[in-house]
């Protein structure tokens, strides 16, 4: 297909299929990427490795592929190889754009490149910002007077990095110092340090999933991509609301709280990188680079901007892609100029933590149809049908998070998280405590189950005193009155407590449940719809955050929260926020991978569709 062709057809890529020899085998791998992307990170993206030592900047003449011999040649390949070998199709992979379907065979590797496995499952290689080389240099004579820095970067052969004049400032007593033994600390293009003697063992950086909630650090080794260290804590913005809308709120009722909400959300990031490093016996110092995922809101907080915008229509973002900072300027005392690195949003409400979920699942690079849900208080729904991706935001309120619910609680020690319903109740809790209330992933059970056992009715209502004896005569006495509604009595402190005293599921509940579960399931049938597909298509369920990992698949889908499929489809995939964040630290193709989803996914606004309250009424049942 030719670059023409590929944006005709609508899918905007192009196929690339290589054949990855090795001494003994050929294995055969087809990608699909956007057109004009090099082979070279075609490969890298998709976890196929090339020969390389300058990461595909052109400079050391190893990523040798065969293609054909219509590809351009560039003036590098004409120093690579003999006319033979150009004639038969040899090219540097890191040259080559791929404008159209390409053959593409890789020789066997002289060197095996380190790789991680990061997000779902995703093989990514390793290729981080972060780049140290240790030198040795000859000193300066009469006869070479080369200035410092040209003696520096003269004996690092594969970089070209641009100094800092703090680094300027720095070179001339170090390198004295260290008897011209030093280590050149590099991050994306810029040199930013220069360490005495061999430093190179010690190249770190932290992955931040900074949620509305909760925010988790990972300290990693970007050597080995490793993490050495793992930490949460609650965002400390809390006292000014539980989600975006309260903390865009504030910022609008008070002209002091942008800078407060500012500091509290910086506080947060330090005490995390300092808990991290402390537990990883890791130098701060030796820390050179963070990469922050976030949500439009936070990311504009942390970042002093003015998140109005963002909080009424037409709900315009100041940047889809803020700029890299350093450090510093978002509270953190790591080396002095290290480098933060922001997720880009493709929305107000699909937000850079979404676009770092999409990176770590791969939802651009899988050919199946898949739909990623992220449950919170703003749902963000993707969709994918391995040429297309839909993008849209639900809001489904407070309910999963314990808001609105009567005994609705934040998943932590004693809350109910799993319940079955046979002859008794039978409660699983956090902490193995004395049950206080219930959580998100808990509150999907308890509605399933008693949709199953035919307590609840399809409509979302608890049946009479009667139906439920036929239905299920053992529970029937839990079904109770308590301020002029039904509710279903969970767990009683003692036999004969009353239900106030008790954890209850109460009707207002269902209501709210449904409310939320309705706009979630609205959401994605309208996606797969625009795709033209049916829910049965759907291949794969990945359930994103960490109500996700928690949600029972079964009651999920006894609910209508996601598709009615067989439960081996549906995938807890864990906090992929953070691991989009991982990902980015430790391959720069990665963070062009992410960049590229802005361009490759459609935002659907699904609140001006004139159907959509039709169609919201329609899921309300179970
Ligand atoms: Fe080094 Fe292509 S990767 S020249």
Known sequence: MTEAEAQHDGTGRVELSFTVRDRERATHRQVRVPPGVTVFDSASWNGIAIDSTCGGHGTCHKCR???????????HDLKTFSREQLDAGWRLACLVNATRDLEVEIPPL?????????GVGRQVILRPAIQKRYVELAEPTLADQRTDLARFLDAIDDLEPAPDLAVLRRLPPVLREADFKAT??????TLIDVEPGDTTREQYAIAFDLGTTTVVATLLDVTTGTPVAVASALNR???YGGDVITRISATMLDPQALDRLRAAACETLAALAGEVCGEGGVDPARVYEVAVAGNATMTALVLGIDPEPLGVAPFVMSAAQPPDVLASEVGL???PRARATFFPALGAYVGGDVVAGMLASGMDRDKRTRLFIDVGTNCEIVVSDGDRILATAAPAGPAFEGGVIRCGMRAADGAIEVVRLGDDVELGVIGDVEPRGLCGSGLVDAAAELVRTGLLDRSGRFVSDDVAKEVAPSLADRLRMLEQQRVFVLHRPTPDAEPEDCVVLTQRDVRELQFAKAAISTGWTLLLEELGLHQDDVQQVLLAGSFGSYLSAAAAVRIGLVPALPLLRIVAAGNVAGEGAKMALLSVRERAGAQALLGEVTYV??????????RF?????F
Do not use: M, W, Y
Not at 65 to 75: G, S
């Open 605 to 614: 606004e699904l609140s001006d569709r004139p159907d959509f309250n039709d």
């Open 184 to 189: 050149a600390v590099v991050v994306g293009e």
């Open 110 to 118: 002289t060197t095996r490149p380190k790789a991680a496995t990061v």
């Open 65 to 75: 592929v065969r293609i054909d011999e219509r590809c351009p040649t560039t003036p």
């Open 237 to 239: 913005q809390q006292p």
């Open 617 to 621: 009424v329609d899921q309300l049942a």
């Open 333 to 335: 005392a790591l080396h």
